[in-house]
């Protein structure tokens, strides 16, 4: 008996003793019946810690910055899905997505222009266009701003997520993120604004001026697919990279010409590994024996043979190498020479130079893939403006990771100085937990959900909120010819109208369904001999009223602003015009006697 109740005394010694265990009964329940005492007693004093630990798995779980992240893309989204549209280009491209939905089957000759008709149409963005077309007939004129956000906000929280990752710092993110948009903005955005106009418009509540119209065409596709490229190339090696590039290209090659650009990128990837061999060992047979050597070659093999996956097989290469070369382009103000007097040239020139003071102080050792795609893309844009789109995310990737080593840098230098006793900061990495995610995702949601494009998915179709999209990104924003165009609907031309090229792709979409327009944003399809006789008639040089009869002209449709001499000689100098209509955008003029 002595030997069963030690344990019992033993047991209830450990719950006097343990403060976890202890219970103070207060003098007011001292009265209570022993009952009630006892089911008091038996409830927990402290609460079970395993209750509140995060128990979902390590994948769902992110930091902090997450959040952030979110925060400021989400409201990057919503801003960039309300501003309004520029009329060039994307109408044209929608018109050519209608005709491929309607028919089918892809145009093999120029379908759109007449007087371009039989020339051979190779529809480098013909999924593009689909898509489009697709979701503005599905959700309305609110999906084509969305559309280009939700692809603009890829190509930034992608850089931002490699440009954190490879320095382990979030904030280098946000410099990735800046130096994209301030190489970039001229190639996203059809406009500017100044700090000037920014402080004016937030003070007087002027909200609608600060949306930017936003430059919506296929190019943001390839746009999208070079940023994956890049952050491909740059990340750690793994088995995904082997199926990532094959599918990219594959899509790239039929969302957008400007797949070559992502081969290039990867030979240039392959040339600066053998350099960086060459300058560890002199010698050749060293670089035929890496194996990150051949495995840059082998990713520009696949990416070579998943392009081929188009409609067009080899003609697509053929096609897209020669663009460039169209002497119509020489015209065009984005397919000149960068310099110094264009806006976008300017900043490029201080990124540039930003970029050297960063290399020139930079502790981290410098690959030399890096100056091979600087420069080499540098040289790309000088030559040819619109080669600045792909010079920027390069610039924004290496300048943050080399202004987040700069950065470390400095900190040991710091601590090197810190004298003992000094507080050291803590080197504790982020904490992980999933509530960060779930707030990231919710704040996505909010985001998506208070733009036109979410509030028209979630509450389905209205005729007069559409009306009202209409005008906002369409009508009383941008110089798109609205009401010029249903002034022709309501008036059919009749035979060939001449339009300014910048005006051919909304007439093309929206206008009477016979009307023959003269010419439009795809250029390289105009012959060159009626690309020439067009610059003198919208020039106003010799023999632009010859031009006009020669081809048939019966109705003409002109800029007030950009050709306000051409339409001063009209309604003055030259006989057998009359000006049917003007508002404050366009004026019409219609030949008297028309040709037959």
Known sequence: MTGMTVPMSTHVTEQLDSPSRAYSQPASESNKPAADQATTAQKPTKLDETALQDRMPDWFKTSRAIVWYALLLGAMFTYLAFCPLWYTDLWGHLAYGRLIAETGSIPETAPLMPLAEGVRFVDTAWLSQLIAYVGYERFGVSALPALAAALMVFCAGALAYRAARTTSQAWCGLVAIALFLLVDHRQLFATSFTLTEIIEGVFSLRLPGLLLPVLIRPQLAGLACFVATLCLLTGRRSIFQWIAIPAVFAAWANLHGSFVVGIGLIGVFAIGRAG??????????????????????????????????????????????????????????????????????????????????????????????????????????????????????????????????????????????????????????????????????????????????????????????????????????????????????????????FNPYEWGDYLMWAGPPELEVFVASHAHLVPSLVWEDYMRIIRGTSGWDEALERYGVNTIVLNNNSHASLIASLSADVEGWRQDYRDTRASVFTRIDPIQ
């Open 276 to 497: 960086d061999i060459l300058r560890r060992t002199d010698s050749f047979r060293r670089v035929l024996r890496d194996g990150e050597f051949w495995r840059y070659v082998m990713f520009a093999e696949l990416a070579a043979v998943s392009a081929l996956i188009n409609p067009y097989g080899l003609e697509l290469y053929a096609s897209v190498l020669t663009f460039g070369s169209n002497p119509n382009l020489a015209d065009l103000v984005e397919w000149r020479p960068l310099t110094l007097r264009m806006q976008q040239g300017q900043l490029a020139a201080f990124a540039a130079i930003s970029l050297v003071v960063l290399y020139c102080t930079t502790p981290r050792r410098i690959r030399t893939v890096e100056p091979f795609l600087l420069i080499g893309f540098g040289l790309l844009s000088l030559w040819m403006s619109r080669f600045l789109i792909w010079w920027g995310p390069i610039a924004a990737y290496y300048g943050a990771i080399h202004a987040g080593a700069l950065w470390q840098a400095a900190k040991r230098k710091r601590l090197k100085k810190a004298k003992p006793g000094d507080p050291s900061p803590a080197a504790a990495r982020p904490v992980r937990r999933s509530v960060w995610t779930v707030a990231a995702a919710g704040l996505m949601w909010i985001f998506f959900a208070v733009s036109p494009f979410g509030m028209r998915a979630l509450g389905g179709p209205d005729a007069e909120q559409e009306a009202k999209y209409f005008g906002h990104f369409v009508r009383n924003t941008t110089a798109t010819p609205v009401d010029v165009t249903e002034y022709l609907i309501e008036h059919p031309p009749v035979g060939q109208v």
